[in-house]
């Protein structure tokens, strides 16, 4: 992990600027600015936005606040994705800075989980570390670790810390050299173009016969009809949870 140091700290410093405006049937008692922030691409947007939420609440009597949420251009925006992986879903193609609309009223149920609290987002966190890791280590690096290190880890998202984060999670991504990988690779493949969420299956580092396996490799196997490199097109986010995530978009 330490030669990837460098792309690790960029992946984690990447930001997407944003404006976040209020909705236009929120009832205010003033004109509601919009407000400017620049999003880190591998956190959440409710762990993010509470400068966002205190702002707009300024010009918003108390009785018409309830909980808050975001959609952008109709679609409501799913808290526990990471954030750059919906930028690259819905906006990757929009011109920046990306135009969020807020609303406190008329809860989606039927398409949004609801987040009464940062302790929910902490949960939903452990528990996709908790998933990666049993495909990488059968669940016994994340068992061996303290209390205090999960809440280090926990505490490096919520507060942006680096090196906080890392001093931990590279436990999560090490392996004995004698066996050349995880058990199994961690990743979903999101698609644009069905209304599956997301595809995930059991997939080996290394085949039968030893050879390392590519990321084209992984497509041709769980996802056959997106490899063709004329049609198709993917980028990737490494959120905090270690599952490797893959945007795949069709021409």
């Not at 984690?12 to 049937?25: K, N, S, V």
């Not at 009785?63 to 109709?74: K, P, Q, R, V």
Request: hydrophobic share 40%; proline share 6%.
């Amino acid at each position: 992990m330490t030669d990837d140091k460098d792309v690790l700290r960029d992946v984690w410093f990447g930001r997407i600027p944003t404006c976040f405006t209020l909705y236009q049937d929120e009832i205010t008692e003033r004109e509601a600015e919009p407000y400017y922030l620049l999003l880190p691409r591998v956190s959440y947007l409710t762990l993010v936005t509470d400068k966002v939420k205190k702002h707009f609440q300024k010009v918003m009597r108390q009785e018409d606040i309830s909980e808050i949420w975001f959609e952008y251009e109709g679609t409501p925006l799913k808290w526990h994705y990471p954030i750059g992986l919906l930028f690259d879903l819905l906006a990757s193609s929009s011109a920046l800075p990306w135009n969020i609309t807020v609303h406190f009223k008329s809860f989606p149920e039927k398409d949004l989980l609801h987040c009464p609290s940062k302790d929910v987002i902490e949960a939903h966190f452990m528990s996709c570390v908790k998933e990666a890791d049993a495909l990488k280590h059968k669940s016994q690096v994340i068992n061996e670790m303290q209390k205090k290190d999960h809440k280090q880890l926990w505490m490096g998202l919520q507060n942006d810390r680096f090196d906080q984060f890392w001093a931990i999670n590279r436990k999560l991504m090490e392996y004995p050299a004698e066996e050349n990988g995880f058990r199994y690779i961690p990743f979903r493949i999101y698609q644009t173009t069905t209304e599956r969420p997301f595809i995930q299956k059991l997939f080996r580092p290394v085949s039968t016969d030893g050879q390392l396996h590519t990321l084209g490799d992984l497509l041709k196997e769980v996802c056959p009809s997106a490899v063709a490199p004329e049609e198709m097109w993917f980028t990737w986010v490494m959120p905090k949870s270690d599952v490797l995530m893959i945007y795949l978009s069709y021409c």
